[in-house]
């Protein structure tokens, strides 16, 4: 069982930045690809960005390319999402993931989930 608490959502112009954290709790941290999801109102939840356990991969949506970077600590249990040059298209409630196998670009691939942190971009 892993347990995942995301953190460091908020309200940011557009340009600007957050970084936003997902702590797990429970065994085999190391061992899973993690992935961050968001969710606008009305809408599919949505790939964002994955990691493999390693961190030797990682993938993402091509609407964040360039401007979010995912990254992991083992040591910490922790997974960071660094989003920088934010738009107010990327306004939504963003959750973080965990996979035994993966890392995966299908929220179906993912078995353990956060209970999500909103995050707001103003124009």
């Known amino acids: 069982q892993v347990q995942l608490v995301e953190s460091g959502g908020g309200l940011v112009q557009a340009g600007g930045s957050l970084r936003l954290s997902c702590t797990a709790s429970g065994r085999s941290f190391s061992t899973y690809a993690m992935g961050w999801f968001r969710q606008a109102p009305g809408k599919e939840r949505e790939f964002v960005t994955a990691i493999s356990w390693s961190a030797g991969y990682t993938y993402y949506t091509d609407s964040v390319k360039g401007r979010f970077t995912i990254s992991r600590d083992n040591a910490k249990n922790t997974v960071y999402l660094q989003m920088n040059s934010l738009k107010p298209e990327d306004t939504a409630v963003y959750y973080c993931?965990?996979?035994?196998?993966?890392?995966?670009?299908?929220?179906?691939?993912?078995?353990?989930w956060g209970q999500g942190t909103q995050v707001t971009v103003s124009s």
């Open positions: 993931a965990a996979a035994p196998f993966g890392p995966w670009t299908d929220k179906y691939g993912y078995k353990y």
